[in-house]
């Protein structure tokens, strides 16, 4: 099992937001534009799964935390580690 936590930067209004997922497994790919989406799966079979994006881009998080079943991050996904250089 892992645990997946999004977080976004604070809105203008100091608003914060962020999420927190139990999976039994996930995969990650990096597009060419920056964006890195992280498919969370309840199950080992990876047939279905919701889709979480990380980037610079407003509506999306910022950064992910993996954490194994023992607490510890075991993988960090962050926007500006990812950011496009172009």
């Given at each position: 099992?892992?645990?997946?936590?999004?977080?976004?930067?604070?809105?203008?209004?100091?608003?914060e937001?962020?999420?927190?997922?139990?999976a039994?497994?996930?995969?990650?790919?990096?597009?060419s534009?920056?964006?890195?989406?992280?498919?969370?799966?309840?199950?080992a079979?990876?047939?279905?799964?919701?889709?979480?994006?990380?980037?610079?881009?407003?509506?999306?998080?910022?950064?992910?935390?993996?954490?194994?079943i023992?607490?510890?991050?075991?993988?960090?996904?962050?926007?500006?580690?990812f950011?496009?250089?172009s």
């Open positions: 099992m892992f645990t997946l936590k999004f977080y976004k930067v604070p809105f203008d209004d100091g608003a937001s962020s999420a927190v997922v139990s039994k497994s996930y995969e990650k790919y990096k597009r534009n920056g964006t890195t989406e992280i498919i969370v799966h309840d199950s079979v990876k047939n279905l799964g919701v889709c979480y994006n990380v980037s610079n881009e407003e509506q999306h998080y910022q950064t992910c935390y993996v954490e194994n023992a607490g510890k991050t075991i993988d960090t996904v962050n926007s500006l580690t950011a496009n250089p």
